[in-house]
C-alpha cells in the first residue's frame, strides 16, 4: 500500500513562509487602502459634505431610531427606502436597481460576476483608484487609458483600447475623480455604442453638476449607473446604488450579500432623502463656495488650478514642492489630499475639498504662508 502522505506538500514551518505561500502573490504586492488620522484637523481631503442636519431634523431621526427593531435582520430588498431612493436620483421607470454597502461593494459585485480567465477591465488613468484595487481582488486584468495633460478624455485611445482588449466592463466616473471634469458627452457615448460588454458611468459626483446619465439607460441596454449618497452629506451610512436594464441587475442581484444595507443606514437615508430639501441646499451652498474657492486658487500666480464639477479642486503646485506644501498646511491644522505620488500624470498635485466658507477662508490663509 502507497503512503499517501509522501506525496502531499510540505507545511512551510514559518508563520511568514505560510502566509507566502497561501495568500495570492497579487495580494500580497499591494498595500491596504490606507485613511490618515484626522483628529484635530480641518478635514478637506476626502470630499465629504462639511454639514449637519438642522436640529429639529436630528430630533425626527432619533425619534425614528428609537423604533428600529435592532433585534431584527434589515429588510434585504429595503422596500420603504427604494421607493424615496429612485425618486430622489430620477431612475427611469422602466429600470432596476441594486443598492450596496457603499459604491465599493457595487464595483466588487460587477467585477465577480464577470471575471474569467483572459477578462479584462477598462478604465482611465488618473482614475478612481478602487477601479484598479477591486480588478486585483477578482483576479480580473485591468487596462487603465491616459487621459490626455488637461484630463480630458482621449477618445480615440480609448476605443483603440476597446478594440483591442475587448474589456467586460469599462468604468468611467463622470465626473472624474481625482480630476473633476466631466468627459465630453459625444465620446462617452461612442464608448458605450463600441463596448463589447457593460459600461458603468460612476455619478458619484452627480449632486454637484448638471450632467448625468439617467435618463439615458432605457436607450442603452449595456449601460448602467453608479451614484452613492455619500458626497450629499450622507458618507457615514455607506450606501450605493445601481441603476439598469432588469436582465443586468437580476443576475448582480445573486452575489449580493444578504442584509447587506442595516436597518440604521435604511432608515437615515429614508428620512434625508424625505427631507432632501436640506440636502439640495447643502450642495447650492457648496457649489457656490467651490466658485470662490476656485477663484482663490486661481489668484495664486504659482499654481495651476483644474475647473471642477465636483465638491473638491484639483490643482498643481510647482514642481517638487507639493509635499513641504501639503505638510505646511497639516502644520497648520489643514488636512487635504496629496495626489502627487499616486500617479504619474498627477505629480505635484494636491486635492481639496470644498469645505465651510470658514474652511475654505483657513485653508487659503494657511496656503498663503506656505507658497
Not at 487602502?33 to 442636519?53: I, S, T
Not at 450596496?100 to 482611465?124: F, Y
Not at 450629499?232 to 436594464?245: D, I, K, N, S
Not at 451652498?285 to 495651476?304: P, S, V
Request: charged share 20%; glycine share 6%; with cysteine.
Amino acid at each position: 500500500m502507497t503512503d499517501k502522505t509522501s506525496s502531499l506538500v510540505p507545511r512551510p514551518s514559518s508563520l511568514r513562509d505560510r502566509v507566502a505561500h497561501w495568500i495570492r502573490p497579487a495580494i500580497r504586492a499591494i498595500d491596504a487602502y490606507h485613511v490618515p488620522e484626522a483628529e484635530g484637523l480641518v478635514k478637506l481631503d476626502a470630499m465629504e459634505n462639511p454639514y449637519g442636519w438642522p436640529p429639529e431634523m436630528v430630533e425626527e431621526w432619533l425619534l425614528r431610531l428609537r423604533s428600529v427593531p435592532l433585534n431584527r435582520y434589515p429588510d434585504p430588498a429595503a422596500r420603504h427606502l427604494l421607493p424615496v431612493l429612485r425618486q430622489a436620483m430620477g431612475v427611469p421607470a422602466d429600470a432596476e436597481v441594486l443598492l450596496g454597502n457603499g459604491s465599493d461593494e457595487l464595483i466588487q459585485i460587477l467585477m465577480l460576476a464577470v471575471a474569467g480567465e483572459g477578462r479584462c477591465v477598462l478604465t482611465v488613468e488618473p482614475g478612481f483608484v478602487m477601479y484598479r484595487m477591486i480588478a486585483t481582488f477578482t483576479g480580473l486584468g485591468y487596462v487603465g487609458v491616459p487621459l490626455r495633460e488637461d484630463f480630458s478624455l482621449d477618445a480615440e485611445a480609448v476605443l483603440a483600447a476597446i478594440d483591442a482588449h475587448q474589456p467586460v466592463l469599462i468604468f468611467l466616473a463622470c465626473p472624474n475623480n481625482p480630476t473633476g471634469n466631466v468627459f465630453d458627452r459625444e465620446a462617452v457615448q461612442a464608448i458605450i455604442e463600441r463596448a463589447p460588454g457593460l459600461v458603468i458611468l460612476d455619478e458619484a459626483y452627480h449632486a454637484f453638476t448638471d450632467h448625468t446619465w439617467m435618463p439615458e439607460l432605457p436607450a442603452h441596454d449595456n449601460l448602467l449607473v453608479m451614484r452613492t449618497v455619500s458626497k450629499m452629506g450622507l458618507a457615514g451610512l455607506r450606501l450605493g446604488m445601481l441603476a439598469g436594464v432588469p436582465e443586468w441587475i437580476a443576475e448582480l442581484d445573486k452575489l449580493r450579500l444578504p442584509y447587506n444595507i442595516n436597518v440604521l443606514t435604511q432608515e437615515t437615508a429614508r428620512l434625508a432623502l424625505e427631507r432632501h430639501e436640506v440636502l439640495d441646499a447643502q450642495t447650492r451652498q457648496i457649489r457656490a463656495d467651490r466658485h470662490i474657492l476656485y477663484n482663490g486658487l486661481k489668484a495664486f500666480a504659482e499654481l495651476t488650478v483644474y475647473p471642477s464639477e465636483a465638491n473638491f479642486i484639483l490643482f498643481r503646485v510647482p514642481s517638487g514642492r507639493a509635499d513641504a506644501i501639503f505638510d505646511g498646511l497639516k502644520a497648520q491644522g489643514i488636512l487635504i489630499k496629496n495626489l502627487s505620488h499616486a500617479h504619474p500624470a498627477l505629480q505635484d498635485c494636491l486635492r481639496v475639498t470644498v469645505g465651510t466658507e470658514e474652511e475654505n477662508e483657513r485653508f487659503l490663509t494657511a496656503l498663503r504662508k506656505v507658497l
